[in-house]
Nanobody
Framework: QVQLVESGGGLVQAGASLRLSCAAS????????MGWFRQAPGKEREFVGV????????NYADSVKGRFTVSRDNVKNTVYLQMNNLEPGDTAVYFC?????????????WGQGTQVTVSS
C-alpha cells in the first residue's frame, strides 16, 4: 500500500511560480509512474502530467505544456510539479497519483490533494 502526501500549494498572483511536492511511503517508489491531476470547482478531474519510473519519459496536458514540469527524486521518494507563469485557470486542487505504467494504466494510489489558487 502506497501513501502519497502532497504539499506546496497556496495562493499566488498570476504569473507567479509554485512547486508542488508529493512524498511517497509504504512501497517501492521507483516501481511506479507518477501522475499529477487537478480538479477545479464544478469540473471533473483532469490530467496534468506524468513521469515514468526513472524520469526518462514525461507527458503533459496541452493546457500546461511549456509552463509545468514534472520531475522525481527516487532517493527522496518524491515527485514534483514545477508550475511557472501560473494563470487563474490553473486554480484547482492538485493531486498526485501512482500507477504501474506511464501510459494506459490506471492509477492505483492517490494523495489527498493540495489547493492552488491563482488570483488575477
Amino acid at each position: 500500500q502506497v501513501q502519497l502526501v502532497e504539499s506546496g500549494g497556496g495562493l499566488v498572483q498570476a504569473g507567479a511560480s509554485l512547486r508542488l511536492s508529493c512524498a511517497a511511503s509504504g512501497g517501492t517508489f521507483s516501481d511506479y509512474a507518477m501522475g499529477w491531476f487537478r480538479q477545479a470547482p464544478g469540473k471533473e478531474r483532469e490530467f496534468v502530467g506524468v513521469i515514468n519510473y526513472n524520469g526518462g519519459y514525461t507527458n503533459y496536458a496541452d493546457s500546461v505544456k511549456g509552463r509545468f514540469t514534472v520531475s522525481r527524486d527516487n532517493v527522496k521518494n518524491t515527485v514534483y510539479l514545477q508550475m511557472n507563469n501560473l494563470e487563474p485557470g490553473d486554480t484547482a486542487v492538485y493531486f498526485c497519483a501512482a500507477s504501474w505504467c506511464a501510459v494506459g494504466c490506471e492509477y492505483d494510489y492517490w494523495g489527498q490533494g493540495t489547493q492552488v489558487t491563482v488570483s488575477s
